[in-house]
């Protein structure tokens, strides 16, 4: 097995408590930062594939699988869509993709990317601060952990492809330490409170 198809294992492997949780109610992933990230991931792969990617597109490829399942059951079990944030956030993201997608500078595509991503998370960080038992640190871990293999995987000094996989996994593991800081905070305050 090589490393990009461990790191797609790895982002399928890693999904599954998140969505076992979705299904049982307890996670309620925010709609806009999943649409988001489907339309980023597809797009992403495409341009992956047509930049010469060969190994390190399996990161991706199992990135947008998770974040489609993700996405779809967010619909059912999901949070927002249709709040001011929500929607200037699919707004900047939206015009962050066209600016990528309409680009042939490749820094436009990557600021473009970039912008597009973190905008979409922006709904998800604000959610885990202010209830963080509607997110799992684990699935951002695990994904923190898959786009580091994926940014190995690339095996050479391309800007292009590695600039995506380092963003993941620093995005990733940023939005696991929100989720666990804010969940110990709320049972620090809930045992404080019981005193």
Same mark, same amino acid.
């Given at each position: 097995? &090589? ?5 797609? #294992? ?35 792969v495409w341009s992956y594939e047509a930049s010469g990617a060969n190994d @390190? ?7 947008l699988v998770v974040t489609s399942v993700i996405f779809l059951l967010s ?9 001011? =944030? ?6 900047? #993201?939206?015009? @962050?993709? !066209? ?13 473009? &990317? !970039? ?5 979409? =998370?922006?709904?998800?960080?604000? +959610? *885990? ?6 997110? *799992?640190? @684990?699935?951002?871990?695990?994904? @923190? ?29 940023? &939005? ?15 045992? !404080?409170? +019981? *005193?």
């Amino acid at each position: 097995m &090589t490393l990009g198809e461990f790191s797609f #294992a790895l982002s399928i492997v890693g999904a599954l408590p998140y969505i076992w949780q979705i299904i049982r109610g307890g996670v309620r992933p925010e709609r806009t930062t999943w649409f988001v990230w489907t339309l980023i991931l597809a797009l992403a792969v495409w341009s992956y594939e047509a930049s010469g990617a060969n190994d @390190s597109v399996w990161f991706l490829v199992g990135d947008l699988v998770v974040t489609s399942v993700i996405f779809l059951l967010s619909l059912w079990r999901g949070r927002g869509g249709w709040t001011r =944030l929500d929607i200037s956030c699919l707004a900047v #993201a939206g015009l @962050s993709l !066209l600016l990528w997608e309409m680009s042939h500078i490749s820094l436009f595509t990557v600021w473009g &990317t !970039l912008l597009a991503d973190a905008v979409a =998370l922006v709904p998800t960080i604000i +959610k *885990s601060l202010r209830d963080p038992d509607t997110e *799992s640190a @684990s699935t951002y871990l695990f994904s @923190s952990v898959a786009a580091l293999c994926g940014f190995v995987a690339v095996g050479q000094w391309n800007f292009t492809l590695l600039f995506y996989p380092a963003y993941l996994f620093l995005a990733n593991f940023i &939005t696991a330490l929100v989720v666990m800081v804010s969940k110990y905070q709320v049972s620090r305050l809930t045992t !404080l409170e +019981k *005193s």
